[in-house]
DNA sequence: CGGGATCCATACTGATACTG
DNA sequence: CAGTATCAGTATGGATCCCG
């Protein structure tokens, strides 16, 4: 369970090298959960497409932010840009090897979510429900 | 990679049902990617521990960070807090089996993590050095 | 000891306007 | 078309003080 070589110790003891990884870890993570990369990346997912297309098709995302997060997909060689020197400026972004492998790693995650999607609907909702119980105190 | 049911009529149409999914998915992914969820959960993978204890574990956190992220998790049933009507107050925070349930989910990603993160930074490496090529501009 | 309430600095985001 | 630059509102994280 998440367990990084090491963990043990460091976690008992001080961390310095391991500590690197769960960085880089939650780096990614970050991305992934980062407000457009998952909508982005899946929508790349079925073929590449322009920057226009996504613009529409991410639905909601500007075009600052589509394109920044694309910046950053590309920058980790998870998409890639390809411009087309034409009289109306073509371009086309595309997952890479990279990218698709890390889709299919982040199914994974996907799939818990979505066959325990109930419990945490279902803990949320008890959580605010209940009045002021566990939560130490509260006023109005 | 990243099949969510009806994912691809949905992202070449207009979608409609899946997108809720896909909230949820990257709701729960940029909890455990934000900053301090991932280590909080990897401190208490090894067991049970007080307020402090964690604190002190989690090293960076700041109390109220900290008070957050252990709400925020408490609330998706992935931890318990346990608070013992001490003379001097005891809490404890371990996790349930969900929290371990995710944990291992998590632990797919940490393992792609640690397997490609060589390509990444090689490429991040890359993408920063290269002047003004094709890429517009370079830096986040 | 375990937080809650506040205040403040900064990071992030969206809307808008402007180019090659 | 495919972005970038700018500005303003908002969310986020830390530091601090305080109370049960």
Redesign the interface.
Known sequence: ????PG??LA??GG?PDCVQ??E???D????????WT??T???L??GPLRFTALHE?V?GVSQRMLS?TL??L????LVT?T?YPEVPPRVEYA?TP?G???????????????S??G??A???DE??RTPVA???RQRL
């Open positions: 369970m998440t367990s990084f963990t043990e976690k008992r961390a990884t769960i880089l870890v939650r990614v993570l970050a991305r992934v959960g980062d407000k998952l909508l990346i899946t929508a997912a079925s098709q639905a920044q910046r950053a590309t920058r980790d060689g840009r411009a997952l990279l698709r492998s890390l889709s299919e790693a982040v199914d994974g995650l996907v799939h818990w979510v979505r325990h999607q419990d945490i279902r803990n949320r959580f605010d566990k939560t130490p």
